[in-house]
């Protein structure tokens, strides 16, 4: 084995873990006693399971190790997951295979489109242990922190590398697009958590001025890709859908739409890399049980009318 897995824990983060909805890695204050206990009892059930009861899978050659638990979510494996792809190929080593998620079509069809044949795929299988001759681990690029909304515990974006926004124009060999013109409103599915309560209305004030609504799930990655490179204009409920921001020209103008008490900053931070205009507005939410992560808006027609009208005198909407 030529690699070292190095692996660094304070005490006090280890017996801070109190429920599935905690992070390892949050730090309690006062953690109790059966709190504690449980940790522990955790711990050893995962440390037992590693060694002792999963399928042990001998690799040779260099594996690239490019999974990550939100891998399954959209916009966290086009943003996160492919920057690893990003970084090993800019090492110039020689990756005889990838390990990486490959269950949701997304992932499918993003390999397809980085030329990652199937016999390079080893696919990420948690009952499944990997031991390479040689494991090529990217570094992460981006920088959490953890916050507490209404008494849960989510972590959001704080650092993001600079490198980010522009993966795929080095990855698919994206080039600027010329007199780009279409103004987008990216609509959500209607059974998706995190919605827009008055979505007809909302709909209906964006195609006011004169924005075309499109639902990104009813499209494959490359006419995702295809849609944001000829617009200049996105707007979009806070979600993996404005991820797309990361496909799209330079400077293209943003408008995000936040529910009033999620703010994650992950689009932000790629539309203000890409030296984007961007704006937000944030609606009213009136059904507070759920997480914040989940939790959907109403926004007045008046008020996002308002706001369209006041990015117009910083954007053309020509």
Same mark, same amino acid.
């Given at each position: 084995?030529?690699?070292?897995?190095?692996?660094?824990?304070?005490?006090?983060?280890?017996?801070?873990? %109190?429920?599935?909805?905690?992070?390892?890695? %949050?730090?309690?204050?006062?953690?109790?006693?059966?709190? !504690?206990?449980?940790?522990? =009892?955790?711990?050893?059930?995962?440390?037992?399971?590693?060694?002792?009861?999963?399928?042990?899978?001998?690799?040779?050659?260099?594996?690239?190790?490019?999974?990550?638990?939100?891998?399954?979510?959209?916009?966290?494996?086009?943003?996160?997951?492919?920057?690893?792809?990003? +970084?090993? &190929?800019?090492?110039?080593?020689?990756?005889?295979?990838?390990?990486?998620?490959?269950?949701?079509?997304?992932?499918?069809?993003?390999?397809?489109?980085?030329?990652?044949?199937?016999?390079?795929?080893?696919?990420?299988?948690?009952?499944?242990?990997?031991?390479?001759?040689?494991?090529?681990?990217?570094?992460?690029?981006?920088? #959490?922190?953890?916050?507490? #909304?209404?008494?849960?515990?989510?972590? &959001?974006?704080?650092?993001?590398?600079?490198? %980010?926004?522009?993966?795929?124009?080095?990855?698919?060999?994206?080039?600027?697009?010329?007199?780009?013109?279409?103004?987008?409103?990216?609509? &959500?599915?209607?059974?998706?958590? &995190?919605?827009?309560?008055?979505?007809?209305?909302?709909?209906?004030?964006? @195609?006011?001025?004169?924005?075309?609504?499109?639902?990104? $799930?009813?499209? @494959?990655?490359?006419? +995702?890709?295809?849609?944001?490179?000829?617009?200049?204009?996105? =707007?979009?409920?806070?979600?993996?859908?404005? $991820?797309?921001?990361?496909?799209?020209? $330079?400077?293209?103008?943003?408008?995000?739409?936040?529910?009033?008490? #999620?703010?994650?900053?992950?689009? +932000?931070?790629?539309?203000?890399?890409?030296?984007?205009?961007?704006?937000?507005?944030?609606?009213?939410?009136?059904?507070?049980?759920?997480?914040?992560?989940?939790?959907?808006?109403?926004?007045?027609?008046?008020?996002?009318? !308002?706001?369209?009208?006041?990015? !117009?005198?910083?954007?053309?909407?020509?």
């Amino acid at each position: 084995m030529e690699h070292e897995l190095v692996f660094t824990q304070s005490k006090k983060a280890l017996l801070s873990y %109190t429920s599935n909805r905690t992070h390892i890695l %949050t730090v309690s204050k006062n953690p109790s006693f059966r709190q !504690k206990l449980k940790l522990i =009892a955790s711990l050893c059930k995962n440390w037992l399971t590693l060694f002792y009861c999963k399928k042990i899978v001998y690799v040779s050659g260099n594996v690239a190790l490019l999974t990550r638990d939100v891998g399954d979510c959209y916009g966290h494996f086009i943003r996160e997951v492919m920057v690893g792809v990003e +970084q090993v &190929r800019r090492s110039n080593k020689k990756i005889d295979f990838y390990i990486l998620p490959h269950k949701m079509e997304f992932q499918k069809q993003m390999l397809e489109l980085l030329r990652i044949q199937k016999s390079q795929l080893i696919i990420a299988n948690p009952k499944t242990l990997i031991k390479a001759q040689n494991l090529i681990i990217p570094t992460l690029l981006c920088e #959490y922190e953890l916050i507490e #909304y209404r008494a849960n515990l989510h972590y &959001r974006t704080l650092i993001q590398s600079a490198i %980010t926004p522009y993966i795929y124009r080095n990855l698919l060999n994206l080039q600027p697009y010329k007199n780009p013109t279409r103004k987008i409103f990216l609509t &959500r599915p209607k059974d998706s958590n &995190r919605n827009i309560e008055n979505l007809g209305e909302v709909e209906e004030v964006f @195609s006011e001025f004169g924005f075309e609504i499109i639902l990104p $799930d009813s499209h @494959s990655i490359q006419e +995702q890709i295809n849609i944001l490179r000829e617009s200049k204009i996105v =707007a979009s409920m806070h979600g993996s859908g404005l $991820d797309n921001v990361i496909f799209a020209n $330079d400077k293209i103008a943003v408008l995000e739409l936040f529910s009033e008490f #999620y703010h994650d900053n992950n689009p +932000q931070l790629t539309a203000l890399l890409k030296h984007c205009k961007y704006f937000y507005l944030i609606g009213k939410t009136s059904n507070t049980l759920m997480h914040p992560q989940k939790e959907s808006a109403y926004f007045a027609p008046n008020e996002l009318r !308002k706001a369209l009208c006041i990015m !117009k005198e910083y954007v053309d909407f020509s």
